[in-house]
């Protein structure tokens, strides 16, 4: 049913966020954090928006502004 599935994707979401957490960079896990808890204190919104900002990180990396 719906509760169920939506219990197991917040719990594979946990999963897929405890071994990384603690290498996310605080900025990033106290954003992500404080909009998760906007939201009803979601792990899934909590790990897409982390994985949302680390990807955004290292595509801002290879960006080279030109003067």
């Not at 957490?21 to 899934?44: K, L």
Request: contains cysteine.
């Amino acid at each position: 049913d719906m509760l169920h599935d939506c219990l197991e994707q917040e719990q594979r979401s946990y999963d897929a966020l405890k071994p990384i957490w603690a290498t996310v960079p605080e900025q990033t896990r106290h954003y992500c954090d404080q909009m998760a808890r906007s939201v009803g204190q979601s792990f899934d919104m909590l790990h897409d928006c982390v994985q949302q900002e680390l990807h955004s990180a290292q595509q801002n990396k290879q960006v080279k502004f030109h003067r």
